[in-house]
């Protein structure tokens, strides 16, 4: 289901409940899964098998402060 | 206010009794309650009761250990046999506990004396304390505040000193929030040491159960009677010659008061003049810390509300409501890419601290907030009040990494700032060591005691 398709249909489906003050709230959820979706840990089956080695992203340890 | 360590040392000296400093807080709370709204019920018989018998058992030689005869409260979320749990909500009315939660169990067992049960934003689901069925909680430093949340009476009743210490839950930051909006320690053990059987969960799957306390040594001692080891005694400091912490810059402090920010770099100083080696880090994929957060504790939230929400929804307070209905939303799948998420954020945190005895950054962004605020400035930015005060919390519930806040001083007004120290995934005794160390070089200062604030 596509971000806008699910939002159009929460928020129907809110306002059938008569909770039409979930609208802002569904569109700030709506802006997080978005970001969910985006993010590069997500595996999809079109693309390369998911890898499982559990390292992290490049982690950079910087220099010394003090 | 006495620390647990000094009341153990006063109590063996029989310099004083359980009694005593038991009516004390009782005094206390009956001078301070009407005002701060710390307890939703108050047990001053029973607690009466416990007390002498733990000064009887001492004096006939039954000595429970470090707990023995302490004053505590209980935030009303954790079952404590024959009283209500409320979890200041109207969907509980007529809820009374038949057990003790576990956690309690082994409290009881210590030999604590529970002095009421308190105040919380409603079932957990909130930073301020503004929403609850039994009124707002407030902040002994500046009543017109915010004591943060959840567990924000808690965090107010060890403030005004009307116990020794209180246990409170962590979702995303409800011990650690409200200890630093109060100038208290607060302890969020690593996922999984303290068992949550009988605590009204938010998220199963992010709660943790923890103490708050004046001093990071009480923490250790309450936190070792919570897993039922009543008899342990506070490890010893690591010496902080040697001690190596990192410090994870970018997201950290993109948003931060100045006030916070300045008694931190003060507190980095002192530990640098003692000997502690800082490395800064950065810490990949936090941009993705509050979907993954998101995603969870609303799914989990509305799986255990729907019953509920749909039976009695005018039970419920409007905004807490209103958020546990947004997570009936959240899609399958997506709830499987937040869980995704979060075991790559825990792998970064590992990664982290791989050579590191802790992280090391502010616990609130801000002060506490004013009551009723639905925004903060922080610096030119208005920030809506719920998201910043769980900015830097939050991640260590997603990653499960224990995690402990230590007060770091005041801003000009007069308002609690504080440090926050992270330590390795099922090493909490070993983050206590280092917050022991720590604590008198972040802690440093004129800083009210529990007790001497507000009044």
């Known amino acids: 289901m596509t971000i806008d398709a699910w939002l159009t249909a929460a928020i129907a489906d809110a306002e059938r409940r008569g909770l039409p003050e979930l609208k802002p709230l569904l569109e700030t959820l709506a802006r997080a899964t978005t970001a969910l979706r985006a993010a590069d840990f997500n595996d999809h089956a079109n693309a390369d098998s998911p890898g499982r080695s559990g390292s992290p992203s490049g982690l950079g340890a910087g220099g010394s402060l003090r | ?455």
């Open chain 2, 1 to 455: 206010m006495l620390t647990i360590e000094e009341f153990g040392s006063r109590l063996r000296a029989r310099e004083v009794t359980s009694a005593q400093v038991t009516h004390e807080c009782l005094q206390r709370i009956e001078a301070d309650n009407s005002r701060l709204n710390a307890f939703i019920r108050v047990t001053a018989d029973d607690a009466r009761r416990q007390a002498e018998e733990a000064d009887r058992e001492l004096a006939a030689g039954r000595d429970r250990g470090p707990l023995h005869g302490v004053p505590i409260s209980i935030k009303d979320l954790l079952d404590v046999r024959g009283l209500p749990t409320t979890a200041a909500s109207h969907v509980r009315d007529g809820h009374v506990a038949s057990r003790d939660a576990t956690s309690i169990a082994h409290l009881r067992q210590a030999g604590a004396v529970f002095v009421g049960k308190t105040n919380l934003h409603e079932f957990a689901f909130g930073t301020t304390n503004e929403d609850s069925a039994f009124g707002v909680a407030r902040n002994p430093h500046d009543p017109s505040r915010s004591p943060g949340g959840s567990s924000g009476g808690s965090a107010a009743s060890v403030a005004a000193g009307m116990a020794l210490a209180t246990i409170g839950t962590d979702t995303g930051g409800s011990i650690r929030i409200p200890a630093a909006a109060c100038g208290i320690v607060g302890l969020k053990p690593s996922l999984g040491e303290v068992s949550i059987d009988g605590c009204v969960p938010l998220s199963g799957t992010l709660d943790h159960i923890g103490p708050l306390t004046q001093t990071v040594a009480d923490a250790s001692l309450v936190y070792h009677a919570l897993l039922g080891d009543g008899h342990v005694t506070p490890p010893v400091p690591l010496p902080l010659h040697g001690v190596r912490l990192a410090i994870p810059r970018g997201y950290f402090f993109d948003v931060l008061d100045d006030e916070v920010k300045a008694r931190f770099e003060e507190a980095v100083g002192r530990l640098h003049g003692a000997g502690v080696r800082f490395d800064e880090i950065e810490i990949h994929h936090t941009a993705d810390i509050a979907p993954v957060y998101l995603h969870i504790v609303l799914a989990d939230a509305a799986a255990y509300h729907a019953s509920a929400l749909e039976m009695m929804p005018e039970r419920y307070t409007a905004n807490v409501r209103i958020r546990l209905e947004m997570g009936r939303y959240v899609l399958a799948e997506d709830y499987v890419r937040a869980l995704a998420g979060r075991d790559v954020l825990r792998r970064e945190v590992d990664a982290a601290l791989a050579q590191h005895d802790a992280l090391m950054l502010p616990t609130l962004p801000i002060p506490a907030p004013t009551i009723g605020a639905a925004t903060v400035a922080v610096g030119s930015k208005s920030e809506p009040v719920r998201n910043v005060m769980l900015r830097l919390t939050q991640p260590f519930n997603v990653t499960g990494h224990p995690a402990i806040s230590i007060p770091s001083g005041l801003t000009a007004a007069g308002l609690p700032c504080a440090v926050q120290l992270v330590g390795c995934r099922m090493q909490t005794d070993a983050l206590l060591k280092v917050a022991l160390a720590c604590e008198p070089q972040i802690a440093a200062g004129p800083f009210p005691r529990s007790g001497n604030v507000g009044g």
